[in-house]
């Protein structure tokens, strides 16, 4: 395995023996996994569980063939989701290539990930790229039937016909949607969109390893193969029931006894800024599936050293009901040497041959003593490196232990009925038809 949880931070706030007590605990959320799904809330969604070694292989090779066909005629890629339908995506290509993907593309298109947002300001940005140059877009909702995507959506479509007509406008739109179901899958069949499939069985924000994902990462030119090569490695790693054999049910018990005593945030945090839309997505997977019935640990996140420059102090000395989960990873992308210099003004040279990464290691050494000192307790996930298998290991480690951990938290990890209630607001408020009622009711509290 190319990932590692190393606990020796954890000894001063968990001892193995809490963790070991958790075990029963742990047995009964694997069983609602696997043997006893008939009392398992969210069991219609735990197809991401085999999702690495039985995924549809006629879809996963039309996926590399419309990769293959967006990479040679267009310039630009625009992702059309929200949620589920865009942090994954979006994460796989920053960690893999960088955060600068869209500076530094050769030979791909730039992606630009739209209808997450209702900010007319940066749809009409990236609206005027797309006016100058030859673009493709893959729309992708599960319902098909989410706000900000549709009106993005319709906004880009206008622009795809009015520039290349309607027949071969159609020819550069691609939809990830529902295999029966919802508006954008009946629009899709109207018009005859190339189309691929979310599962019934797994919910958006487990969802990265479909083709939610797989397109948008296919086309920044990474290896798919190799990322669910990663996952269905990860998939053998984590079968087994035990939690002194079984890394990352460890992690979910840790979790849960931490959140016992206390903590109740975890700070997912990483010393490489390409890790900020993976903590964005962690942030999701998690925030919405324990989030539940007054209950869950609150995620949260940080990129060090950045960020101990501003939330430092408050991981050092504020409210002790933090803990941090770094990832940390063996092989930097790339490293730069630090040179000597004859004047030493800036008094560097006692670093003089030295890697930044090797500054960037003693950074992390040095914080995690320095947390640990100030009661933060710390979990240590190590990597290799920033590549695609890599990649494929942390996103199961991550869906699996957000499951387990879920179901031991006592909550469905797989519905998210919190997400309603703006929904329903915002539409009364917009006047949508059949929201009359509480319309009225929205207009009095709000004095209009
Ligand atoms: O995890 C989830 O289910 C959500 O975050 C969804 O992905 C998000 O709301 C988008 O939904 P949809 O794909 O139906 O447009």
Redesign the pocket.
Known sequence: MALKLNCQYLSDFVSDKEIAALQDEVNKAHAFLYENKANAEGKDFHGWLTLPEDYDREEFARIKLAAKKIISDSEVLVVI?????YLGARAAIEFVKSKNYNLLAKGTPKIFFLGNSISPTEISEILAVCESCDFSVNV???????TE?AISFRLFKNLLEKKYGKEKAASRIYVTTDKAKGTLKALADREGYEQFV?PDNV???YSVLTAVGLLPIACAGIDVDKLMLGAADAKKAYEKVSVSENDCYKYAAIRNALYRKGKKLEMMVCYEPDFTMMNEWFK?LFG?SEGKENKGIYPTSAIYSTDLHSLGQYVQEGERTLFETVVAFNRPKCDIIIEEDEENVDGLNFLAGKGMSFVNQKAFEGTVLAHTDGNVPNIIIEADEMDEYNLGQLIYFFEKACAISGYILGVNPFN?PG?ESYKKNMFALLGKPGYEELAAVLSERLGK
Do not use: D, F, L
């Not at 989701?81 to 339908?85: C, D, L």
């Not at 992708?140 to 989410?146: A, E, P």
């Open positions: 989701g929200i949620g589920g339908s992708i909702s599960k319902s098909g039937t989410t995507p979310v919910g958006g924000r999701q919405e998210q997400v």
